[in-house]
């Protein structure tokens, strides 16, 4: 039976806006309380998506959690009407509001964890939402993101579906931004390589910005998706790289089938780690492991560029290709050495720039807003199909986007209670489109 792997991005909801709230993320420090262009961004995802399309590939669409989040703004003590909440926050707890407000969700590399049903022990794809517990405009994500992912994968027979690890530091768990699977095809057993920022049992971690995975929130994936023990890898990230803004181990380094594409300083004792992914890869075909130089690409430049937050995907005709962002060609280091990749001796055959500036000034490149599904026939068919992306659908979704999202978006217009009402309307029609029932607290209450 065919296997493919299916990218699911997140639509960028109607409050895309620039905070900051990201500490450890450069990008998204550096381009706090600017104005932003949620229908910009939310096209630039959309169009990302269709051109994977085109290529040929199975390509999913996430919806966007609802924001603002009153729920939580509730829960902290801001009570009355909607309209009344939202100014008590935006008076006395702006930074709060914020929070409330953010389009994380957009980032669908953190919403879960995967495991294609070839590599777990009962034969069914699992799924583990995220705690992203380090952050509180992401910890708030994981209970609506959880139903999402259980009406787009609803098939009990196919899926199994798993409750985010416990909000706790000793759990901390940023999803498949963590997570690389390397295999010699997709239909095949792979190797489940977790990379997590600091083990709790250790002093090994970094000294300036969070380490947001945990040793212990891989382990604890990795045994609720009935994983064998031999087919899975555990390996640090270098603290410090982690400290010049590698806050997710996908913004240095990056893997398909049998290609692993890494910087040489993305590891801690790096040479030890690459033995071990070497040893532990079972597949038929040989192994690609691509190591960056810091002469070629230093790690700054690969934080400015978001070289390693590219998508590396399998063409359908043969081959690979880098789906990388346009700011890569913005750094002269950057695209000379992705000239060179793709006429290197690899399966990388093609690198494709895509614009998404929206999302890169927040932090999140093209990698960032897929989440990797790798599906048999059975399985993709068992799936929503009103969630997997063909002219049709993207045709209605550029209609919707540009009828109900704003040009222009700063921190002080979250204190309008208009945008509330605009975003509730915009993705309760969102779900009809996607037809995943009632999936947000203001449909459900």
Known sequence: MNFYEVNFDGLVGPSHNYAGLSYGNVASKANAKKFSNPKQAALQGLDKMYALAQLGLYQGVLAPNARPDLKTLRALGFGGSDCDVIAKAAKLEPQLLKACYSASSMWTANAA??????????????????????????????????????????????????????QHPLFGDEGAANHTRLA???????????????????????????????????????????????????????????????????????????????????????????????????????????????????????????????????????????????????????????????????????????????????????????????????????????CLLDEQLYSTLSIWINKHYRDQLSEYDLADPQLLEENYAALDELTQILKLGSVYDFQRE
């Open 113 to 166: 964890t995967v495991s294609p049903s070839c590599d777990t022990q009962d034969s069914k794809v699992h799924f583990t939402p995220a705690n992203l517990n380090n952050k509180l405009h992401r910890a708030i994500e994981a209970e609506t993101t959880s139903r999402i992912l259980k009406q787009v994968f609803s098939d009990n027979d196919y899926f199994a579906h798993h409750e985010p690890l416990p």
């Open 184 to 386: 010699d095809s997709y239909n095949h057993s792979g190797l489940a390589l977790f990379v997590y920022g600091q083990d709790n049992q250790s002093d090994i971690r970094p000294s300036k910005f969070p380490a947001r995975q945990t040793r212990q929130a891989s382990e604890a994936v990795a045994r609720s998706h009935m994983l064998k023990t031999e087919n899975c890898l555990f390996i640090q990230q270098n603290p410090d790289v982690i400290d010049a803004g590698v806050f997710h181990n996908d913004v240095i380094a990056i893997g398909n089938e049998n290609v692993f594409l890494f910087h040489e300083q993305a590891f801690y004792d790096q040479q030890t780690s690459v033995k071990k992914i070497r040893e532990a890869y079972k597949g038929s075909r040989p192994l690609h492991l691509i190591e960056v130089s810091n002469t070629d690409v230093s790690v700054e430049q690969a934080v400015q560029s978001y070289i390693f937050n590219s998508q590396l995907v399998s063409l359908p005709n043969g081959g690979m290709a880098l789906i990388a962002p346009s700011e890569c060609q913005k750094i002269n280091e950057v695209e000379t050495y992705l000239s060179a990749l793709k006429q290197a001796s690899n399966p990388v055959n093609d690198v494709i720039y895509m614009d998404v500036k929206q999302s890169m000034q927040n932090g999140g490149g093209p990698a960032c807003l897929r989440l990797r599904v790798v599906l048999s026939e059975l399985e993709l068919k068992a799936t929503n199909q009103s």
